[in-house]
């Protein structure tokens, strides 16, 4: 059931910082934010972070691709062993496929 602000239960894992496992600072990171915000809510595509390692650190998913790469790419596998879905059911639903692209500005 989600609550109500809209959020089901996460898929990445319980109340502590996906990156450092502290349980102090944290918020609520929408895993495949902008335009997908929503459906990742939705989806219980979200997680746990602290302040630090959502957007006050270098390493953090809204200042370092990087990061932001490996935890779309976690939550896509995630997503898919839940729901016994595959890559391209992935793809249809977010519109693109995280887990092989490490630069999402790439020519194919
Ligand atoms: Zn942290
Ligand atoms: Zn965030």
């Not at 349980?23 to 915000?37: D, M, S």
């Not at 062993?81 to 490490?102: A, H, I």
Request: net charge positive; proline share 4%.
């Amino acid at each position: 059931m989600a609550d109500r602000n809209g959020y089901n239960p996460s898929i990445m894992g319980g109340m502590k910082c996906y990156l450092c496992g502290t349980i102090f600072n944290l918020v609520r990171h929408e895993v495949y934010f902008g335009p997908n915000r929503q459906k990742s809510k939705a989806e219980g595509c979200w997680c746990y972070l602290c302040a630090t390692h959502h957007n006050l650190s270098n390493y953090s998913p809204h200042m370092n691709r990087e990061v932001d790469l490996k935890l779309k790419r976690d939550c896509q596998k995630k997503w898919m062993e839940k729901n016994g879905k595959t890559e391209e059911d992935f793809r249809r639903e977010f519109g693109k496929s995280y887990l092989y692209d490490t630069d999402e500005t790439a020519e194919p």
